[in-house]
């Protein structure tokens, strides 16, 4: 079975922190994303990932950026954590080539990060 | 406007029951819809898949979707207690998925 795994259930941090989420997975999968889930807002892409220190701009990238030095490691970075970042952060990794998310991605269990 | 739209709920029914949830959505170029199950605490898993128009079967699922009415759907026929989770719908047309803001479902026992 694939497995994606997120470092943290959950995270308290204070407005004006550095925050790092890590995300691994053991598939060998090329493509991973991040996604912030917000109640009524459904998931959100922040960042993806087609290859190893390759990264491309999702739909809310700001605020965020991304680190990805290993294949099956793929980090998100607050660099200055807001109370408007509090949520629940998603990782997710997928075969197919080329960013193409037409192929299934698997999630990890999610942290859910609050800032205060 | 967001561009997949679907009721958040939630949506209580007795166990046995058939459950319904739809998404519609406005970008015409979307051609892959997938409906993915998220239980409480945890991350979504997929559920099922569609390619362009038609219906899908597995299980007590069937995906419906409905191009010319950018229609989907998900039913789910004797429902049971461990379906209660919430369902997201997902399309795309490329690289990314848009998800709809996802349905809570409760099926009592």
């Known amino acids: 079975d694939v497995k994606v795994t997120q470092s943290s259930r959950y995270l308290v941090k204070r407005t004006g922190e550095k925050v790092f989420l890590e995300c691994v997975q053991d598939m060998d999968h090329e493509n991973m994303f991040w996604y912030r889930q917000d109640p009524g807002l459904g998931l959100r892409l922040i960042y993806f990932s087609y290859d190893v220190k390759m990264k491309e701009k999702g739909d809310i990238p700001e605020g965020y950026s991304v680190s990805r030095e290993k294949k099956e490691r793929f980090s998100l970075i607050l660099e200055s954590a807001s109370t408007n970042q509090t949520s629940m952060y998603l990782c997710a990794s997928s075969l197919s080539e080329a960013g193409a998310s037409t192929d299934t991605q698997y999630f990890g269990p999610g942290t859910r990060l609050t800032v205060l | ?109």
């Open chain 2, 1 to 109: 406007q967001k561009e997949v739209e679907q009721d958040p709920g939630p949506l209580s029914v007795p166990e046995g029951a058939i459950v319904s949830l739809n998404c519609t959505y406005s970008n015409s170029a979307f051609q892959y819809f997938m409906w993915y199950r998220q239980y409480s605490r945890k991350g979504p898993e997929l559920l099922m898949y569609t390619y362009s128009s038609g219906n899908k079967e597995d299980g007590r699922f069937t995906a419906q979707v409905d191009k010319s009415s950018k229609y989907i759907s998900l039913f789910i026929r004797d429902s049971q207690p461990s379906d209660s989770a919430t369902y997201l719908c997902a399309m795309s047309a490329g690289y990314k998925l848009s998800f709809g803001a996802g349905t809570t479902v409760t099926v009592r026992a």
